[in-house]
């Protein structure tokens, strides 16, 4: 991690949301679109299986390269298969996957999007190619469930233990044509965790994990300022107000609430005035980040699941839609303030906790004082 973690999450969060603070030039919709489901009774149902794991690689965004970055896909039903990134203060950005009925097809789609500053953001998109390569990969495409790949899509591309995760975004349209947004490349570590999830959902399975079949409600979905008409399957809420409350307005069909499995966080930091004016790493790792005196341990940053940073005023942070499971909670003060975890920060023995299917937890860090 030798670019500041910050940048990454803002590139990564505001480069999906950015097209809620601008305006189109372009009022007149695009003809429609169709879009034809692949029909995992045929082909496609096992990318379910070959996405869960901890993928841990690198990540490129826009035009800048991260040497470190993970996903951790666990499954959280029989039909469903969950990640996120935990941006910290910036907000965070989610990608999950499952099983359901939509343009008469058994399909797959995914539910993408996060908090942003206030702006809630959900968009589906729908797997509409599948292909098997000569060098025995095995490739799948979603796009926007409306808009198509003219609008958003990704590339998900399996080959033995390695991943490659290609997003384009348009903007919501915004844009003439999608760009490349993010391109991660990783490899499969920590199996016991998936493997966990799914033999106590007996995932996969090919039912349906959220309907579909009669598509969207047109009113609820977001109108770009001028059209009159949506062009992509996507939900945006606005407002001073907490998660639950931004969700429930939005008109999102399949929202936090209705995720099965997953759990909550509360994390409470107790700053002194080494590290009052310094910007927080919170960690949460399968292994210890430290050892038992505190001190990093830099062999352990690849079992590291989620990684948000916190500005330098926020004392408290919560983990949403988190996989229950054994956990290291690490709180590392950027003392040096070169923006990844390094000689002269400041830390803590990491704390372990259990987090239970559908909990709600707290933990207290009150005694962030070693300087490494």
């Given at each position: 991690m030798k670019k500041p973690l910050i940048v990454i999450i803002t590139l990564i969060i505001m480069g999906l949301f950015f097209a809620c603070t601008k305006t189109t030039i372009d009022p007149t919709p695009s003809p429609p679109l169709v879009i034809k489901p692949v029909d995992i009774t045929t082909d496609g149902f096992d990318f379910l299986e070959k996405m869960q794991g901890h993928w841990v690689g690198k990540n490129r965004v826009i035009a800048d390269d991260y040497d470190w970055f993970a996903f951790d896909y666990r499954a959280i039903s029989a039909a469903h298969i969950?990640?996120?990134?935990?941006?910290?203060?910036m907000g965070n950005l989610f990608t999950s996957f499952f099983v359901t009925d939509f343009k008469n097809t058994r399909t797959i789609m995914a539910r993408n999007g996060g908090l942003l500053n206030g702006i809630y953001r959900t968009s589906y998109f729908v797997m509409d190619s599948v292909r098997e390569d000569s060098d025995g990969s095995k490739y799948y495409r979603l796009v926007d469930a409306i808009g198509g790949d003219r609008l958003m899509y990704m590339e998900l591309k399996f080959?033995?233990?390695?991943?490659?995760?290609?997003?384009?975004?348009?903007?919501?349209?915004?844009?003439?044509?999608?760009?490349?947004?993010m391109t991660f490349k990783g490899?499969?570590?920590?199996?016991?965790?998936?493997?966990?999830?799914?033999?106590?959902?007996?995932?996969?399975?090919?039912?349906?994990?959220?309907?579909?079949s009669n598509g969207f409600v047109q009113s609820n979905l977001y109108v770009n300022a001028g059209d009159t008409a949506p062009k992509s399957a996507s939900f945006l809420n606005q407002g001073n107000a907490d998660l639950l409350t931004l969700a429930a307005g939005s008109g999102d069909p399949y929202i936090i609430s209705d995720y099965p499995h997953l759990g909550y966080l509360e994390v409470d930091l107790v700053k002194n005035s080494?590290?009052?004016?310094?910007?927080?790493f919170l960690?949460?790792?399968?292994?210890?980040?430290?050892?038992?005196?505190?001190?990093?341990?830099?062999?352990a940053f690849?079992?590291?699941?989620?990684?948000?940073?916190?500005?330098?005023?926020?004392?408290?942070?919560?983990?949403?839609?988190?996989?229950?499971?054994?956990?290291?909670?690490t709180a590392i003060a950027d003392k040096n303030q070169d923006g990844y975890p390094s000689a002269g920060d400041i830390t803590h023995p990491s704390q372990s906790i259990t987090i239970t299917p559908q909990g709600q937890h707290q933990i207290n860090i009150n005694n962030i004082t070693v300087q490494n």
């Open positions: 969950h990640g996120i990134f935990e941006g910290g203060s080959k033995q233990d390695s991943l490659y995760f290609n997003s384009y975004t348009s903007r919501l349209g915004l844009m003439e044509l999608p760009t490349r947004h490899k499969k570590r920590n199996l016991d965790l998936s493997q966990t999830a799914a033999t106590t959902l007996n995932f996969p399975q090919n039912i349906v994990e959220h309907d579909f080494a590290i009052d004016s310094v910007p927080i960690y949460l790792s399968k292994t210890a980040l430290t050892d038992p005196l505190g001190y990093l341990q830099m062999n690849d079992d590291v699941l989620l990684f948000p940073e916190l500005i330098a005023t926020q004392h408290q942070f919560t983990f949403t839609y988190l996989h229950p499971g054994n956990y290291y909670v």
